[in-house]
Structures are given as structure tokens and as C-alpha cells.
């Protein structure tokens, strides 16, 4: 084992190899930092030009994109408010708020030392507990998939927003939107009313951007008319201290190593990746913490719990991709192709036949998240600098980025016009209060969703037996207790609010 | 006998309550929307052939996803009614709608123009219809002036050209060089 181990290291602190690395960090970060520039595409983008490398060299640029980009989305996410990743989602639910404040280089560096912590974290955890990780998780069946989505999406509805009602509305016309075009086990189109532009279905990505991005730059003008429309997004001066945020990071340490573990757990499930990390590991830090109204108002433990939950799928992806040859995510199964395209077949014996390859990439993912806090510390007043330019060059400017996210998924033009109308859209619900994130969730899960149920139907036609499995009951015993408990806290809410207007009433 | 005071606040109640009430109206007229919308779509799964292989068929889920949407619309629009119902006064509505649209002007006037820059792209291309897109939205939101003109013009000109040679050369992603300038 050490010698494989000190075999891959040394094919990583090959100098070109760190070269190609650091480039691939920033790289990820510049990406991931554009709205509609998923870390996935960025991954994309880059298999191409690791073809003429060794695998190992090859993987090894791919990981930094990837550790890159999940810390990238933060930056837009804490300060346009619009995350620049799926798995950054809960990331704006306080980074956005702390920026607004006038503390945009305190939610930055609290972010980017979540992020390395957490992926550090994760690096550990896919060394040592691998094997039983890996066995937990492919021990789930599609009744537990089910549940575990159904969960995830009322976690949501739940979390964000004012209403529970409207964020459940929400996720549902996610879930509605994603069973446009081609049903996920057959291909028959559904749906459609024959128009060519919803033949392929809606891409999510199209939907997120249209969703988020849009409908926020929309909104960033609305007050142009009182005379704020030149005004930068974030106008104070900036100021972050480095060192003593990774000191107040590392005062928060079981919010810290819990949010990792849930990133660590929930990346290791095949189809569960960081979108549905960030949002449960921030949902547990609130509950478990003394102040959980200080959430969603730029408290600390909300960006600690996003960032350190979504960049610890990183390493837990990895986990039943080395283990099995079963990809955890779409950024999973794009590594698992670049490994094949080298003629090397990744399932169990992977680690047996290549151990050098296998460990190379757990020191890899190491060096990758160091790579990453380097790059971000030495230049995160260049990001900063994003704050001082006027709405006037921002808006239009990141729109136009959104347009080019939106076209070069699949170089169609009339995803453009889907973005336009998804943006309306977009807008107008969040005008009426509704809380988009469930809705992006719910187009996101949809397929996953609709697939294990119908796998799970498939091999026994009793809807029974979602509840008489034991990890399934318990998914959607906790789905409903999530539930009750916010019609709970709503109605709490409301019995406090009374009085007042009952005396208001009485005038 | 009420106070100043009290009268005052008596009316930013009773303001507050009606502002509520048609906040509440223009989301009921969302949840009917889409409720009315799910119950169409719901029917419209359902019509989708089953399948002989699986006991769901491709109608079975998004049948299920619009009737559960419907339900949720049909408890949130009797929500919103009662609450209607409580907040009272609904008098105004055709100003109130004026002063919404007044907000957020230049919000569409940046949607209607991004509208004709999707529908322009592939005819004019990228970089053309980009500057024209970024020249006018710019000005739009920080009003006309010589010093604007000349920023504008500046970011217009490395947004639209700069970005389109960025993407080819260095991402290999080719934006639409539009039908008038394709050889």
C-alpha cells in the first residue's frame, strides 16, 4: 500500500503535472464563477486536453478543475447572489446576506476555508473508510433512492423561502418541468405538443440559469428608477483577514466535520452529489444550532455548512467510482471516461490492478484543495474586485455569460429562446415570493426520481414496500416529520404575531 | 378617543393589510394558473399509451407530478382567498398594478431587449448583435451621458469581441457567426 501510495505521489509532484494542476484550479474557479458555468462543463471542456496525458496526469488536472469549481460557485453565489453551481444553492442563503452587509471578503474567505476543510476532510475519510462507504451505499435500491429524493426535495421546500406551501409548489413544477420531452426509461416523448425545442426536454442547466440568473439580474434593476442604478451590487469597503477567518472556521469544528460528513455520505450515493449536500448539511447546522433564526441572515455556520457539504461530495464521490466503478455524479462519470479512454477499467479490481493510479488520485484530490486555497487566497481581491464595478457593466455583461452558458451546452440556439422564457418565468415567481431553489431541485431529481420508482415498481408492484424497508420508511418518516415541523413553526410564528394583530383588529 | 398616534398606526395597519390582500390576489391568480395548467397537463400524461413491460408506463409520473401540483394549488389558492377575505379592502388595484410595472421598467425594458438579442443572435451573429445588445442595455441602466457613452462603448466593444475570441480560440466553443456573415 505505501508503495503505491508513494508511486502516485511521485507522479503527481511531477512539476508539469502541478503546472497543469494549478491551471486546472483556476481554471475550475474561473468557471464555476460565471452563473450557468457549471463545474461539470468545465470538466467537459477540459477531457479533451488531457488525452495526450498519462491518466493519472490527466485525472489529476481533472480533480483540481473539479475541487476548483466547487469552491468557484461561491464566489458569484456570495456576491451577485446567484449561485454559480447547483451545489452552491445554500451557499447564497448567507454568503449573499453577510456580502450585502458590507462583509463580502469575510463571507469569501469563510467559504474558501470551508471549502478546503472540507475537502481535506473528504480526502481522509475516501483513504481510510472507503470500502464499508461504498458497501453502505450500493446497498440502497431504488425504493431508498426514491425516498431519499422525496426527502431531499421537501428539505428544500421546507428551508428556503417564506412559505412552505409555495416552496412545495415550487419543487413540484421542477419536478413537472423535468418530465418534459423523452421519459428516462423508454425515450418516448412526453409532453412535447410537437414542438421541436422540447423535443430533447428542458436541459436543467438552461433552467437554472433561466431560473436564477435571469430573474436575479432582472431584479438587480428594479430599483433603477429611485436613482440606485449605477450603484455598485456591494458598495462598502472590503476587508477580509484571512488568517482569522480560518481560525473562526476552525472554532465551528463539529459544524464543520458534520457538514463534511453529510457532504462525504450524501457524494458517496450514486445520483446525490452536491446540490443535494450543500442544502442538507446547511439544513442540519441550523437545526442543531442555538440560533437557527440567525440563518438566512449571514450567520457564519450557513457558509461553513454549504461550502464545507458541497466540496466534501468531492471526495466522496469518489468513494463508488474507485470502489466499484459506480459513478456518483456526472462529474464522476466524466473522470470514470477519461480512466477508460487510457485504457484502464475501473471497477473493484482498480484499486488491486492500479493501486499507484488509485492512491495517486487520493493525493491528487490533496494537493488539488491545497492548490485551490492558494489560488484563492493570493487572489481573491481580484474577485473582490467584481464588487466594485457598477450594475451597468455587471448586468448586462453576466447575462451575456449566461447566454453563451446556455448555447454552449449544446450549441442550440433554441435552448436560448428556452432561457429567455425560463427567465421570465423565473422572474415573476420570485416577485410573487416563491422560493426558486426547490423548483431547480425539483427539475434536477426529477429523472433520478421518476426512475427509481418506476425501477422499483418494476421489480415489485407493491407500493407497500416503500415503507416496509427499513432505510426507505425511514427517509419518508423523515420527510413528513420535516414537514410537520415546519406547519408547526409556522403556526407557532403565527400564534406569536396574533396579539398585535388583534389589537390592530380592536383600533 | 384615539390618539395621533394611535390613528396613525390604525392606518398603516389598515394600509399594510390591504397592500397584503393584493399581494395575496396576484398570487392567486399564479396558483389558478397553475393549477388550471396541472389539471391540463395531468390529463394529458394520462392520455400517453402504458407500457407492457412495467406497471408504470411514460404517463404515470408526470400524471402524478400535475395532480399532486394541483392539490397544492387548490389548498394554496383557498389559503390565499381566506386570507383576502381578512385583509379587506382590494380598492386601488389598477394603480397599485401601475406602480409594480413603474418599479421594475427597466427590468423589462432589459428582458424585451434581451428578447430581440436571442432572436437577432443567429441571424446577425455573436459579436455584432452582443455590442449592440451590451451598448444599449448599459446605457439603459446608467442613463446617457458622454462619459457613459464612451464606457459603454468600451465594454461593448472586448464583451462582444473579446468573449467570441475567447471561446473559439481558447474553449473551442463556437458562438453563432449568424446567417448574413456565414460564407
Redesign the interface.
Known amino acids: 500500500m505505501l508503495d503505491a501510495f508513494l508511486a502516485g505521489a511521485h507522479q503527481v509532484f511531477a512539476f508539469d503535472t502541478l503546472i497543469y494542476m494549478l491551471i486546472g484550479s483556476v481554471a475550475g474557479i474561473v468557471a464555476a464563477a460565471i452563473p450557468g458555468f457549471t463545474v461539470t462543463m468545465a470538466i467537459i471542456l477540459t477531457l479533451p486536453l488531457t488525452f495526450a496525458m498519462g491518466p493519472l496526469q490527466g485525472v489529476s488536472v481533472m480533480l483540481s478543475v473539479y475541487v476548483g469549481g466547487y469552491t468557484g460557485g461561491l464566489i458569484s453565489a456570495a456576491l451577485l447572489g446567484i449561485p454559480g453551481t447547483p451545489s452552491s444553492v445554500a451557499t447564497t442563503f448567507d454568503a449573499y446576506p453577510m456580502a450585502r452587509k458590507g462583509e463580502p471578503g469575510r463571507a469569501l474567505s469563510l467559504g474558501i476555508w470551508s471549502s478546503f476543510f472540507g475537502t481535506v476532510i473528504s480526502t481522509i475519510v475516501l483513504i481510510v473508510a472507503a470500502p464499508p462507504l461504498a458497501l453502505i451505499a450500493v446497498k440502497l435500491g431504488p425504493w431508498e433512492y426514491f425516498a431519499l429524493i422525496v426527502f431531499a426535495l421537501t428539505i428544500v421546500a421546507s428551508l428556503v423561502g417564506n412559505s412552505l406551501l409555495r416552496g412545495l409548489i415550487a419543487g413540484v413544477i421542477g419536478l413537472g418541468l423535468a418530465t418534459v420531452g423523452p421519459d428516462p426509461m423508454m425515450g418516448r416523448p412526453r409532453l412535447t405538443f410537437d414542438a421541436d425545442m422540447l423535443m430533447a426536454g428542458l436541459p436543467f442547466l438552461v433552467v437554472l440559469i433561466g431560473i436564477f440568473a435571469i430573474s436575479q439580474l432582472m431584479g438587480e434593476v428594479e430599483d433603477h428608477g429611485k436613482g440606485k442604478g449605477t450603484d455598485a451590487l456591494i458598495p462598502d469597503v472590503i476587508e477580509f483577514k484571512t488568517w482569522a477567518v480560518m481560525r473562526e472556521v476552525l472554532m465551528h469544528p463539529v459544524n464543520l466535520v458534520r457538514s463534511s460528513l453529510v457532504g462525504v455520505f450524501i457524494g458517496a450515493l450514486p445520483g446525490a452529489g452536491g446540490s443535494i449536500a450543500n442544502l442538507l448539511a446547511y439544513d442540519q447546522a441550523k437545526r442543531s444550532s442555538k440560533n437557527p433564526e440567525e440563518f438566512g441572515k449571514g450567520t457564519p455556520d450557513g457558509v461553513i455548512a454549504s461550502e464545507a457539504g458541497n466540496s466534501a461530495t468531492a471526495g466522496g464521490g469518489l468513494i463508488p467510482m474507485i470502489a466499484l466503478g459506480i459513478p456518483g455524479s456526472a462529474v464522476d462519470a466524466i473522470l470514470m471516461a477519461a480512466l477508460m479512454v487510457h485504457g484502464i477499467s475501473v471497477g473493484p479490481r482498480l484499486i488491486m490492478d492500479n493501486a499507484d493510479l488509485a492512491y495517486g488520485m487520493f493525493v491528487a484530490m490533496a494537493v488539488a484543495s491545497l492548490m485551490m486555497l492558494v489560488v484563492c487566497v493570493l487572489s481573491m481581491r481580484l474577485f473582490l474586485r467584481v464588487t466594485d464595478i457598477p450594475k451597468q457593466f455587471i448586468v448586462p455583461t453576466v447575462m451575456i455569460c449566461c447566454v453563451i452558458g446556455a448555447f454552449a451546452l449544446n450549441n442550440r440556439v433554441t435552448d436560448l429562446y428556452l432561457l429567455g422564457a425560463i427567465g421570465l418565468v423565473g422572474y415573476g415567481l420570485k416577485s410573487l415570493d416563491y422560493p426558486l431553489a426547490p423548483l431547480v431541485l425539483g427539475v434536477i431529481l426529477g429523472p433520478i426520481a421518476e426512475t427509481n420508482l418506476r425501477r422499483a415498481l418494476m421489480s415489485d408492484g407493491d407500493w407497500t414496500v416503500f415503507f416496509t424497508r427499513p432505510i426507505s420508511a425511514v427517509l419518508l418518516a423523515a420527510a413528513v416529520l420535516s414537514v410537520i415541523f415546519s406547519v408547526r413553526s409556522v403556526l407557532k410564528m403565527r400564534k406569536k404575531d396574533r396579539p398585535a394583530t388583534d389589537e390592530q383588529d380592536g383600533d | 378617543m ?1 390618539s395621533p398616534n ?1 390613528k396613525s ?2 392606518a398603516d ?1 389598515s394600509a399594510s393589510a390591504a397592500m397584503r390582500a393584493k ?1 395575496e390576489l ?2 392567486l391568480i ?2 389558478v394558473v ?1 393549477g388550471l395548467g ?1 389539471v391540463y ?1 395531468s390529463v ?2 394520462g392520455q ?2 402504458t ?1 407492457r ?4 408506463g ?5 400524471k402524478l ?2 395532480a ?2 394541483a392539490v ?2 387548490l ?2 389558492a383557498v ?1 390565499a382567498v381566506v386570507d383576502i377575505r381578512k385583509g379587506g379592502k382590494l380598492d386601488g388595484l389598477g394603480s397599485a398594478f401601475c406602480q409594480w410595472i ?7 425594458a ?2 424585451g431587449l ?2 430581440v ?2 432572436l437577432a ?2 441571424v446577425v451573429g455573436f459579436s455584432l448583435a ?1 455590442f449592440v ?2 451598448m444599449i ?2 446605457l439603459l ?3 446617457i451621458s458622454k462619459k ?1 457613452i464612451i ?2 462603448l468600451i ?1 461593448a466593444l472586448i ?1 462582444s469581441v473579446g ?1 467570441n475570441m475567447l ?1 473559439a480560440e481558447v ?6 457567426r449568424g446567417v448574413l456573415f456565414a460564407g
Do not use: H
Open positions: 384615539m394611535g398606526a390604525a395597519a399581494t396576484a398570487r399564479s396558483y397553475f396541472s397537463l394529458r400524461a400517453l399509451p407500457s413491460w412495467e406497471p408504470l411514460a404517463g404515470s409520473f408526470p407530478v400535475f399532486v401540483l397544492l394549488c389548498i394554496a389559503r413603474k418599479v421594475r421598467r427597466v427590468s423589462f432589459i428582458f434581451l428578447v438579442y436571442l443572435l443567429p452582443t445588445f451590451l442595455a448599459q441602466i446608467a442613463g457613459t464606457q459603454s465594454a464583451f468573449l471561446f474553449f473551442n466553443v463556437f458562438l453563432p
